[in-house]
Nanobody, 125 residues
Framework: VYLLESGGGLVQTGGSLRLSCAAS????????MAWFRQAPGKEREFVAD????????FYADSVKDRFTISRDYFKNTVFLHMRSLKVEDAAVYYC???????????????????WGQGTEVTVSS
């Protein structure tokens, strides 16, 4: 299974972007998919996750009420709609897939065994 992100780019403070992550391959093995981000010199941090079957979501406090994670169940694609972007949101954004029985700590990167290559988001002030 391969994960391919798209949609990153340059946006001004207060602007919006929508990231996409398409999973390709013969099977879709994920119980959850998530977005993480990593800014230069910082550790990779959790942004949001979504359960694939039920669609329940969970967000980091820093993005709650500004970002929305969603999925297209039939196209095996997860989205991250980002609004009211701040300079501190600038990072490389990665999507990740968690297989069943990989653990319940969906906010930890180690729980996810599939990763995309990342898409860069730059926010100018």
């Amino acid at each position: 299974v391969y994960l391919l992100e798209s949609g990153g780019g340059l946006v001004q403070t207060g602007g919006s972007l929508r990231l996409s992550c398409a999973a390709s391959g013969r099977d879709f093995p994920f119980s959850n998919m998530a977005w993480f981000r990593q800014a230069p010199g910082k550790e990779r941090e959790f942004v949001a996750d979504i359960s694939w079957s039920g669609g329940s979501t969970f967000y980091a406090d820093s993005v709650k009420d500004r970002f929305t994670i969603s999925r297209d169940y039939f196209k095996n694609t997860v989205f991250l709609h980002m609004r009211s972007l701040k300079v501190e949101d600038a990072a490389v954004y990665y999507c990740a897939g968690k297989v069943p029985d990989a653990g319940s700590t969906n906010y930890q990167a180690a729980t996810y065994s599939y990763w995309g290559q990342g898409t860069e988001v730059t926010v100018s002030s």
